[in-house]
Structure formats: C-alpha cells, structure tokens
C-alpha cells in the first residue's frame, strides 16, 4: 500500500509540474497549454458546428507537431447530431 501512495504522489507532483510547465510556455514553443474561458458561445458558425454553449473551456495543447483542441462547457446548447444506427 506505501508503494502505491508514493507512486501516486509522483505521478500527482510530475502532472502538476507538466501542466505548469505548459501553462507558462510562450505560445510558439515546443510545448504550451493555453486555456480559454467561454462565458458565452451562440454565433451562426458554432449552432451549425453543435458547439453553443454557456460557461465552458477551451484547452489547446501543443506538443511539438501534435496539437489538440480540448472543450468542455457546463451548460451546452447544443447536442452533436447522433448518426442512426444501420446494424439493427
């Protein structure tokens, strides 16, 4: 059990430090995480994209040639458009 708590601790403080890392790196390094808070999002291009939303986040995180988009909202708007199910 001691050996789980210590590798959980590490794992907690190298997270930490990689996010902070991230967090204070200019936008044109090698690595950065940029994060953006959304009060409010209703414009014409994000109710056809499905992204309307009220108090969300927008995360970008950079990794050498890799980047990814993360967002998450507390209260959407809209719902993506589910696909129907041609195996049934």
Do not use: Y
């Not at 590798?7 to 403080?13: G, H, I, M, P």
């Not at 009220?54 to 209260?75: Q, Y």
Request: glycine share 4%; no cysteine; hydrophobic share 55%.
């Amino acid at each position: 059990m001691r050996v789980f708590r210590q590798s959980l601790l590490v794992v907690v403080v190298v997270a930490t430090a990689f996010f902070a890392v991230g967090l204070s790196a200019p936008p044109d390094s090698p690595f950065s995480i940029a994060v953006q808070p959304i009060l409010w999002r209703v414009d014409a291009a994000a109710l056809a994209e499905s992204r309307a939303s009220i108090l969300g986040l927008d995360m970008d995180v950079k990794l050498g040639p890799m980047h990814m988009h993360l967002s998450w909202s507390l209260l959407p708007l809209s719902t993506p458009p589910v696909s129907p199910n041609r195996d049934l």
